[in-house]
């Protein structure tokens, strides 16, 4: 069965600190993606990324940076300079596909709290 | 486009009651989802389809029923409330299977007494 474990339960930290948020995967599939997904004081959850198993280049965008490492299961994420809009739940997700298995599983979120 | 819609937002039912969850999406999405998030849980997958007429379940499906009669309309359907269905109800929809980028609604936080 798969897994996904956010260590971290709660992060805070001051403006312009960087920060790095923790997700470990299981699964014995050799296709899947792993996500992170954003869930702002609002409430609704927003996409961030997207990486396939067969992708481990990491990936930047503007402040925000993914490490993908296959050999510690490991998809972590990266705020570089926080800024108190960053505050909010982020979870890390898998999605496998197979022919009778098309879930995901989300991590238990780590709840991000940046203080000017 | 209004994305992805739920209704109610909020609800409070008596243990044994039913009630439908409705969702509603306008982007043309085969895929449609509904999860439930409790505390230190993260949102756990109930039950999903792939196009109108496909439902399958998910991680936890007991208590719920859904039907896709449409490709709009995703309704989570509880036949008899418990307590331990207290929780927020996320619908979403995505362009292809969970492997694509899901849009999410604005979530329904129901209580059950």
């Known amino acids: ?116 | 486009n209004a994305g992805v819609t739920q209704t109610p937002k909020f609800q409070v039912l008596k243990t044994g009651q039913s009630m439908t969850l409705q969702c509603a999406q306008d982007m043309n999405h085969e895929y449609m989802s509904w999860y439930r998030q409790d505390p230190g849980m993260g949102l756990r997958l109930i039950h999903y389809s792939v196009g109108a007429g496909i439902t399958d379940q998910g991680e936890v499906p007991n208590g719920y029923n859904v039907s896709r009669s449409t490709t709009e309309d995703f309704p989570l359907r509880l036949l008899s409330a418990a307590p331990s269905q207290t929780s927020v109800y996320f619908c979403a929809s995505s362009s292809g299977t969970p492997l694509y980028e899901q849009y999410f609604g604005p979530g329904t936080r129901l209580t059950v007494t």
């Not at chain 1, 474990?5 to 599939?29: F, G, H, M, P």
């Not at chain 1, 490991?74 to 108190?84: G, M, R, W």
Request: with cysteine.
């Open chain 1, 1 to 116: 069965a798969q897994k996904v474990t956010q260590a971290q339960t709660e992060i805070s930290v001051v403006e312009k600190e960087d920060v790095t948020l923790d997700c470990v995967y299981e699964t014995r599939d050799t296709t899947y993606y792993l996500f992170w997904y954003k869930q702002p004081p609002s409430g609704e959850l927003v996409f961030l990324i997207r990486r396939n198993s067969f992708d481990e280049q990491n990936e930047i965008s503007g402040r925000y940076s993914w490490n993908f490492q296959k050999s510690t299961s490991s998809f972590n994420f990266t705020i570089t300079a926080s800024q108190v809009v960053d505050s909010a739940v982020y979870f890390c997700a898998l999605s496998l596909l197979s022919y009778n298995n098309n879930d995901m599983r989300f991590g238990a979120g780590t709840r991000l709290t940046v203080k000017p």
